[in-house]
Structures are given as C-alpha cells and as structure tokens.
C-alpha cells in the first residue's frame, strides 16, 4: 500500500522549496490541497506520464492556477519527464515550463492555461462534453476518461463558475469532479468577507453530486472519490482545507494565500510535519509510491491501444484526435464558396455562415457547435441534432444565455483534442466572452467563434445590441484572426481558412442584414491575402475605396457611380487585417496603391489609420448607434453611397 | 378600488400595439408580465411620475429589457409626460424615448439602459447598495427607497447575474426585489433546453426570501409585494407566467417571445380578453385608476420635500444627490499632485492612486470604492471602512472575485445617484466587466475604473496577468477615456479630471512597479491636454519619443543618454489620447513635431499608427507576455533604453 500522507507531503514540500527558492508564490493551495491530489492520482486517476498526449487520459484542471506548484509537484512526482527537478528549481523563471500560472503544455501534462479564475472549470465543462461527444462517436472502448478539476474559492464566485456549474448539472456530466479547496480564505481575508451563500445547497439545487468531507482525511477523500466516480450526476468533493497547512506561521490565516516564504517558515514546517529531508529532497520510498501508484495508469493505456489497434474506427478516431482534415474535406468549402458566387445576389453573411455549417456537417463530423440561445437568428442547427443529457450524439449544443462559459467551453473541447469547436451567437455579446476568447489566443487553440449582428446593420434593437469598437477591440488581440467577410463567397472562404488553422482561434464578423454579392467567382481563395483588390479601374485609379463586410458592396456601389461622374475608383475588400500583415511589403502597396483612400466601415475608426494616412478619409461611426431601422441608421450615420461620392469629389 | 386587472390588460394592448405598430419587438414580457406590473405599480411602488428625478423615488430596473414596452407602457399609463401616446407610436424609431432596448433618460422613468442580459439586475443590487450607504449617511428622513427589477430568465443563467444573486444575499440587502417572469420558455424553445436547476432552491442558497406564485393571480402578487417589503431578505418573486399572455397563437408558446404580430393576432386577443376597445385606446376609467394608484407617490413626495426642507443635512444632501463637488475639493487633489512631485523618486502609480483615494475620503465622502478580492495589492482601502451586512455606513466593499457584477453595481450606483463609485482590480480582468464599462460609455455614467497591474510589469505571474492588447481595445471604445499616467502626479492629475468628468466613465491603467518620477512641479494639470511635452531640447528636436505610464521614465532616461551622443531627443508624455484628440490642430502638431517618432509603450501597437507615421517606429509588445520578473520581461521583449538608443541611431 503506498503512504499516500507522504505523497502528499512530498507535494508539500516541493511546492514550498519551489515558492521559497522564488521567492514567490501561492503556498495556500498545494499545501491546503496536498492530501486531496495525492489520494486522487494515487487512487483514481487514470495518466500515463510517459504518454501525456494519451486521448484517453483523464483530464486535470488546475482552475485555482496561482495554486500552479501544486501541479508542478504532482507532475514531477507522478513522472512527467519535462518537470524535472530542475523544472522546479526554475519556477517563475523566463521560459520554464514551471511558470507563474499553468500555461499548456500537454506534452509536460499541463492540459489548459489557468489563473484568471472561474475559467478553469469552465474549460473543464467543455472537457467533459467532449468525452461524452466522442464517447458517442467511438464508444466506450475507446473513450472513457475524467475531467477533473481543482476550486478555488474565487472560482465559485466568478460568473462564469456559476454558470458551469448550472450547465454541467444540467447536463448531468457524470464525469466530471469538482475538488473544491473550501478554506474559508481568499486574498481579502476570511471569506465571510464576500460571500455566505450554501455552496454545497447552490450545487445541489443544479443537480450536483455533493459530498462535505474534511480535505486532509485521506481515507474519506478516497472514499469520497469512489463515491463520486459511481455517482451518474457530476460530483463536487466540498473539502474543508486548511490553507498553507504544515507552515505554523500560516496555516489557516490570510497570509497564507501568498505571503513571502521565509527559511524559518521551510524550517519550521519540516520540524512539525516530521519530514527531515532537504529542499528539493524527496525519499526514494515516496518516489517509488508515485511510481508504483502511476503504473495503474500504465497498463490501462496498453490495453487500450490494443483496443484501438483492433478498432475499426481507429484511423477516424486518431484523424479526430490528431485534429488532421479529411482528404478532399476543401472541395466542400469551396464547393460553398462557389454555390456562395452563384447564389442569391444579397443573403445575410451569418446565414451564409449557417449553409457553410450545414455543408461540413458531413464533411467534418467532429464540427460542434455552441450557440447561446439564438439558434433562430443565427441559423447554425439546420442540420444537427443537439447534445442534450440523453443524447450525447449531437453535435450542437443549446448553451442557454451563458456566453462567457460558452467562450470557455470552447477552449476546453480544443483543448480536449477530437472536436472542433464552434461559438455562434452575435457579435455584441463578444464582450461577454472576451476573456475565454483572449485564453484561446494565448493558447493558440483552434476555436472558430462565429458572430451575427455585427453593426449597426442589427437596426432597431439599438446600441447596447450594436457593435461599433467591437472588431478594433479583437484587432488589438495577437493571435487572434478577425474576419468581416463581404458576401457569402468570402463567408465561405473565411470558414475555409479557420478551420485550416491549427495555432490561433478565429473570429467572423457576420451581417443580419443581406450583404450584396461582390465576388463573381472562387476558384481561387482571395480571402487568404486578407484584402486584395476586388475592383480595379482601367487607366489607373483616381481613388481607392477599402471596405470590409457590408460596406465592400457600398464601396462598390460607389466606384460604379464615381465611374459615371469619371472619377476612377479601386475597390479594395480587406476581410482579415492580420492575414494582409502577413503578405509582402509590395503586395501590401499594390494593392492599396498610391492614390487617396476612403476607408469605408460601420465602425469606429481606431487602428484604420494603419492603412490610412493623414490626408486619406474614414466614413463610419463616431460614437455609438440608436434605435431605428438599418436602412435609417445608415442614412443617419453617413455610411451612404451619396457620402462617398461626395468625398471622393473633395479629396481628389 | 382600482382594477387591477383592467389596469394590467391596459400595459397588454399598449405593448401589442407598440409592437405591432413597429412592427417587430417582444411581446412575450409585456403581456407576461402585466399583472405583476400593475400590481407593484398600483399599491407598492414609491414614484412621482411628476418628478421623475424625485431622490428617494423607488428605482425600476427592467433587466429583460427586450420587453420594453411594458416599461413603455408602464410610464405613460402612470404619467410620464415623456411617455406620450405618440411616443409608443414611435416605438423603435430614431430619436424616439421609446428605443429598442430601454435607453436610461431618467426624466422619462427610465432609469438605465437594459437589453444585455443580466446587466439589468447586476445594475439593481448597485442602486440597493447606493440606497443602504446613503440613508446610512443621511437617515431614513431622506432615503428610505426600494428597488424593484423584472427578471428574465436569460438574466438568471448569465454569470454576471448569478454573481449579483449570490453578493445581494450576502448583504442582506432587503429592500432589493427581483420579480422573475419565469414562463418556461427562451429565445431557443422550452427553458428545459438549457437549464434545469431549481432556481428558488438556488436563491435561498443565496440567502435571499423566496416566493413561488402563479403571476397572472393579483391577490396572490399583491401578498407576495408586501410580504418582500416585510421580509429583510432580499425577496425574490418566482412568478410563474404564460409567456405572451393573451394571444391565443402564441401564448405559452416559443414564437410568445419575439415572433412577429399580426393583425389578426390583435383582433383574437382583443376578442379573448373582452377589450373591445382600439388601437392605442385606453378607456377613461383605466387611466383614472392608473392616475389615482400614483397619488400615493404624490403624497410620499411632497412629505419627504417638507422632512427635507427641515433637514440639517439638506445642502449636503442635494449636493451629494445632484453630483456637484463641493468647494475647494480640487485643493485636495492639487496637494496630492504637488505631494506626488516632491515624493518618492520612484512609486508605484496603483499606490499613489490609494494615495489619492486617501486624500479624497475627507473631502469627498461620496466616494464609494468597490473592489474584487484585492485589497492588498491594490491598496485603495486604507482610510475607508466596509460596507457590510451590519454596516451601511462603509465607503469600501469587499465584491468578492465577481469583476463583472463589480462593473455593473459601478453602473447602478451612478445611475442611482448619490454616490461617485470607484471600482478597483487588476487590469487583466478589464476583460472580465468590459460588457458593464461599455454600458457606462453608452450611458455616460461617471464610473471610475482604476486598474493595476497593467502590463508585463506585473513579472512572472505571467502572460494570463499582463494585459498587452487591453489599452488599446478600450481606446477604441466611444466615451471612454483611458489614462495610462506616467507618476504619482499625473496620477493624481488624472484622478482629478476623472472625478470633475460627470458625463462619462473614465479608467486609469496603473503600474504594480514602481514608477519613476517624471514631473518636478504641478501647478498645471497638463494631463488635461492628454499629452505634452515632457523634456524639450534646447536648439530643437532630432527626434520624438512618445510614451505613457511607466515608459515614460524609461523615454526620459533615454533622452538623457541621446544627449550625451549628440541627439536631441524631446520626450512626450500621452497619459490619455482622447483628451489629446480634443485639442486643437496647431497645439497636437506642436507637441507632435516634425522630427522622427519614437512610440514606447509596453503593450501592442494596434491604434499607435494614430501618431506614428509610416517611418516612425515603435518599442513594445509584439504579442503576449511571460512569466518572470518584471526587469526580465522588460529586456527579455526589448523595451529597454538601449533599444531607443540604437532605433533613434537608425531613424535619424
């Protein structure tokens, strides 16, 4: 039997040398929590250090992150051979994998970046749903894991953790674990602070699994896991901790959080945990635990690979998992794109975005798509049947009004691996998911967040529902691809693109309104240059019109007018800023040209003056919208082909 | 007796025939919800639609705020001379009072603009918060009002909604009331979809005093009002209704919430309901009843003017509620500018700006600070007390890790009046509140947002903390102005234009690490150029460095070093760009000048384009952060004086 109290204060200690030699860091949470990890890897877990990118591995997410030592520690024990003892030494240091907060690094175990709190367990939401997903898909032979999570006080009082919570219960996500660190301290101080609701009364009444047990009595954590694992709802493990327990100056105070360590402190808990090892120094006996302990993990990863090698499914299974694109997959896009450039002169660019949808549903089985609670406006279900707590074959989900943990969701299925997420609801609501959205691009996972009612084009719904610093706001982001297609031609390439792009998650700016038709034919992907040049007058250019979305088929409107008062006017569509950032310095001057431009968008002008100099024009918002058709908003802001023509006069 | 029930029937018909008339809005609300409006109206609600700005008025949050013509309808049957019949008739048309969403114009009885959901009632625990604090400070002679919100359920799954259930509950804050339309039915269908908690149950894990009633049965809502008036709990009315009451197609039904009416769908309620009158036509006996329920406010108004014109306090009082600074209060915050010039060579600006807070407690009582779990770090709570469950009387408050119900509770109190709130975190979770911030920007509340943390100068924490795109996505947003300054100085400088500034949010972006300081004198507040010039070359400039906050140290050594090779390099400080946007053409140019550029700015250059040409260059971020110490990071991405050196060696 491995003495699971020394794992866990083998966990103690390198968590405590690891902050001391710092000199900085959260001591509260591996100290508070060490008895609890220990008892779930050496019992429950199912991991393979030597394989950490095994698809069925059970999940573990650190959503307390500035807890991030006690990950460190549990990595390095258990053997994950890039979180070596020097790794440990180097905690908070310039590229170590031992960073401030967990950053992912699956093949260093480290599954999902957390630290902005709330988020972790929502991730965890969306890990849980796509073992489910592809459960369904491949069956239990090959998919059976857990999701784990680590909780933190704060993280059951950030919005977002609620509304995990609500939909995990709903959804009856039997296998996902919350290990709550109820310690009664966050960074204020005592949590009666802020919050004196139920907890465990608040899971309850969502459909929890709640069990209360004192978070250092082993045999009742084990217990409690065992409990949770046969348990069909999903479970929360509400651990009575004591923070920073086994430093005598801390344990139970607020400074235990993260107050500085002192030796004395190292020395002091060393004396009354008896453990009289040095720092960094862990018994052979309680590495050979972690060891024997782990190897649990090991024979269930041989045999599942014998399973999978006999499986008829295994290479859709590993196309999935590797997140690789069926051969020919880009006929279908482009096929879309094609039908896009024979299709109805002017459709919204989100109901083209719904029949690109529809099209890869077969293409591209492992598409899932989130909407939070627009399925109408958005069109993005047509051809799927949803994921609900019987059917875990579908492969759209009714997210309900919950778009931050949707965000969230999404990071944690294309963190999972097997899935390609979707996010679809409108564009004004981005704001709402803007945290998990920076998450994916700091991750660079492959979410495609997809966005209706993009303008003032929404019309009367007004300005809470009108984005105008929306799209300048996701510009700012690195990593992040920003499209605001034309038409359903470039709707259908910007789709293309997305799903093509493995590193970064995307974002499209779709129209409610119809967007007219600018592109004749798609044989070639123009979207990829991120602008180029859609109109180009014979005999050189009097004036070049940039426009993105809605307004390209303005813009062209325009040029058409100007042609007739004989003033020669390029039209340029610039669907993805970042993409043209990445073309050549002479594509870039080609296609912007020499000649004046009007840069023409149904939003505020910040970061135009990137393609704009100071003698050059913007027509677009200066402020926020109103309440009133689109036609009439238009009309009112400026945004007129009456306006072009007229500045177009007065600038060349 | 009034009829109530006519009375309800009354908002029925005006919100169909608004909405009809318009053509598209939501009847679901309107005709679910009538009952239980004009029953709260009829004999619980505080109001004097005569003097809709009266102080201690009752607020009414309309959190579904897609249902806007039942507040529509609600101000005029009661009397708010804005709320004309032609103003329903214009429902959704541009300019109208009677927009999409309910837009705030407190004149007409509205009290704040509604529509994101969730928002709404995070917004009403902050006007239950300002209610507390002021008959605190003021007595219940003055202030002793209620606040009463409509609920949807979308507002019940958002996480900011959740955050605003779980913080009202720890306050106790029994003068709150949420009237829930629970119809079972969502945008997306039946409400089983996506939610299957048991949301009392939820509630009273909150703490708060639950009602479960039918919503169309008047006696029973009638009860359940006084009950929750009787009850110090927060009180929540958990009304079961029929969605589009009324309209034999469409109630109970998915299409109740938004599906567009027809004639016919008119004549059938009309028909069912025994209204036989008009569009638009509302019987005498109706208003008369409308008319005589709101005598009671009438009455409360005119004793409360007599109580108020008695009052010792009277002056203060007005002061505090009519947001006008008293006398001399710009002293204060001069001294704190002339202390941070003679004080500390180097000083964090999150801790001058606790400075400033300091400072101000005195001279501006009605400052009140809410703050997310950081109290330490952030260090604006020195002088203050908390506002707790037991002690109305504190101007701080522990929020919990909640930072987007912080955000909208920021919005609530403003637009309750009364009070100047100050929200205090850490930059990073900007994101996390952002949808509140752009609702103050759209309102033009004066909310100060003061942020920490706010770049890689955070350390190793890593990139989850250090904002990089943050500056600039809210520097895209209209009415916002964002200060990054430089010292304690223009920290203080900032504070003061922040606090003189009633029409609008402002935010400081601040540093963890210390800042140097910059400015000898401050006679002048030269933030309120938004940017000037720092150090000026004798004999004219080789070039320009332009910088904010804690670059701006960094510009200035640089310069010096410039100096001893021979270039002559003036430095400009740009604490806050729209504010330089405001100044004319002859001053930007002047502190701009001709010579070559130089932006540092420890973040990325989205939007810097504003003020660097083509051949200028820029110092910062090029993508996310790291985790190590700040001076590691700061040489580690090359924001440092050698790269300014070698860059200015190359440009000029």
């Known amino acids: ?37 220990s008892t779930l890897y050496a019992n429950h877990l199912k991991a393979d250090p030597a394989d950490p990118l095994w698809p069925d591995r059970d999940r573990v997410v650190l959503s307390n992150g500035h807890g991030s030592t006690l990950l460190y520690a549990l990595l390095h024990l258990s053997g994950y051979e890039h979180v070596t003892l020097e790794a440990l030494k180097s905690f908070r240091k310039l590229g170590s994998v031992t960073a401030g907060h967990p950053e992912i690094e699956q093949h260093a175990g480290i599954e999902i970046t957390t630290g902005l709190l709330g988020q972790g367990i929502a991730c ?27 909780v933190g006080d704060g993280c059951l009082q950030e919005g977002v953790g609620q509304e995990a919570i609500s939909l995990a219960g709903h959804l009856q996500l039997g296998k996902l674990t919350f290990l709550w ?40 954590i084990d217990a409690a896991l065992s409990a949770a694992r046969d348990d069909p709802r999903p479970s929360l493990l509400a651990c009575r901790t004591t923070i920073a327990r086994g430093i005598p100056r801390l344990e139970g105070q607020r400074g235990g959080h993260s107050a500085p360590l ?29 060891h024997d302990c782990m190897a649990k993990g090991k024979g269930a990863r041989k045999h599942w690979q014998a399973r999978l090698d006999a499986h008829p499914d295994a290479q859709e299974f ?16 482009a096929a879309q794109s094609h039908a896009g450039a024979v299709g109805p002169d002017a459709l919204p660019t989100i109901t083209a975005s719904g029949d690109v949808c529809d099209q890869l549903a077969k293409a591209l089985p492992e598409l899932f798509v989130l909407c939070a609670d627009l399925e109408a406006p958005t069109n993005h279900k047509r051809s799927r049947t949803a994921f609900t707590r019987q059917d875990r074959n579908g492969s759209y989900m009714h997210c ?15 963190a999972h691996g097997g899935l390609r997420p979707i996010n679809v609801t409108y564009l004004a609501f981005a704001d709402y998911e803007r945290p998990a959205m920076r998450m994916a691009a700091l991750m660079g996972l492959p979410g495609l967040f997809v966005f209706s009612h993009d303008s003032i084009g929404v019309g009367s719904n007004g300005p809470t529902h009108q984005p105008v610093e929306i799209l300048a706001s996701f510009r700012a982001m690195p990593n992040m691809r920003v499209f605001r297609p034309a038409d359903a031609v470039e709707t259908a390439e910007a789709w293309q693109i997305a799903i093509e792009t493995s590193d970064g998650p995307s974002m499209l700016a779709l129209s409610r309104q119809p ?11 123009l979207t990829r240059k991120g602008a180029y040049v859609l109109h180009e007058p014979k005999n050189g250019r009097d004036l070049t019109l940039l426009a993105t979305g809605t307004e390209v088929g303005l813009a062209t409107r325009a040029s058409a007018h100007l042609a007739e008062i004989g003033l020669k006017a390029a039209v340029v569509s610039m669907p993805c800023w970042e993409l043209f950032e990445a073309q050549t310095e002479e594509y870039r001057a080609q296609v912007l040209g020499t000649a004046p431009r009007i840069g023409i968008e149904a939003a505020m002008s910040f970061g135009w003056e990137r393609w704009l100099r100071p003698d050059d024009r913007f027509i677009g918002m200066q402020g926020f919208g109103a309440s009133a058709t689109a036609d009439v908003l238009y009309a009112h802001f400026g945004i007129t082909v009456e306006n072009v023509i007229s500045m177009a006069r007065e600038i060349v």
Not at 196 to 211: I, K, L, T
Request: no cysteine; net charge negative; proline share 4%.
């Open 400 to 414: 309900g009004v919950r778009e931050h943990l949707m965000g969230a969701m999404v990071d944690g299925i294309a």
């Open 318 to 333: 590993q196309r999935w998992t590797s997140g690789s694109l069926p051969d020919g997959w880009e006929q279908t896009a």
């Open 181 to 220: 660190d109820d310690n009664h301290i966050t960074d204020d101080g005592d949590t009666i602070l802020s919050i004196s609701e139920d907890v465990p009364a608040r899971f309850r009444a969502a459909g929890w699994h709640v069990q209360e047990l004192d978070g250092h009595d082993i045999p009742a």
């Open 515 to 525: 967007a007219e038709r600018v592109r004749d034919g798609a044989d070639e992907n």
């Open 1 to 37: 039997m491995p003495d699971i109290q020394s794992m866990a204060h083998a966990i103690r200690f390198l968590a405590l040398d690891s902050i001391l030699n710092a000199r900085e860091g959260h001591q509260g949470v591996p100290l508070g929590m060490a008895e609890i990890a």
């Open 262 to 290: 002192t030796e004395a402190d190292s020395a002091e808990a060393r004396a009354a945990l008896n453990w009289p090892h040095g720092s960094f120094e862990i018994p052979d006996a309680v590495y050979r635990d972690w």
């Open 124 to 150: 965890a939401v969306g890990m849980a749903v796509a073992e489910e997903r592809l459960a369904a898909q491949f069956g239990r032979d090959l998919v059976d894991h857990r999701t784990w999570a680590f």
